[in-house]
């Protein structure tokens, strides 16, 4: 499976924007698909997932961010408002075994398979 996120950019504080993943060689709709994020010197911390019973959010994110599946488009979204600058970042969307535990999908090393990240500026 190959995975492509696009959808960054630079945005001003308190904006909104929608990133993508894409997949090729495989069906995202069979596996569960998390979005990551990660900052220089920090490691990937998980912001969302969602699988076939639904989506689970990092609590400090739940209610801005929004995890969605388009199954005819093999695609997932994960949008985003009320940016900070604190949400500044790359974004990694990751593909992982459909029938992990919700908690090991909170953690990068459960994901077998990772797009080439997508750059989120949020800045005035």
């Known amino acids: 499976v190959q995975l492509q996120a696009s959808g960054g950019g630079l945005v001003q504080p308190g904006g909104s924007l929608r990133l993508s993943c894409t997949a090729s060689g495989g069906t995202l709709s069979e596996r569960a698909i998390g979005w990551f994020r990660q900052v220089p010197g920090k490691e990937r911390e998980f912001v969302a997932v969602i699988r076939r019973s639904g989506p689970s959010y990092d609590n400090s994110l739940k209610g801005r961010f929004t995890i969605s599946r388009d199954s005819a488009k093999n695609t997932v979204y994960l949008q985003m408002k009320s940016l900070t600058p604190e949400d500044t970042g790359v974004y990694y969307c990751?593909?992982?075994?459909?029938?992990?535990?919700?908690?090991?999908?909170?953690?990068?090393?459960?994901?077998?398979?990772w797009g080439q990240g997508t750059l989120v500026t949020v800045s005035s």
């Open positions: 990751a593909a992982a075994q459909p029938r992990l535990i919700l908690s090991a999908l909170w953690t990068a090393r459960s994901y077998e398979y």
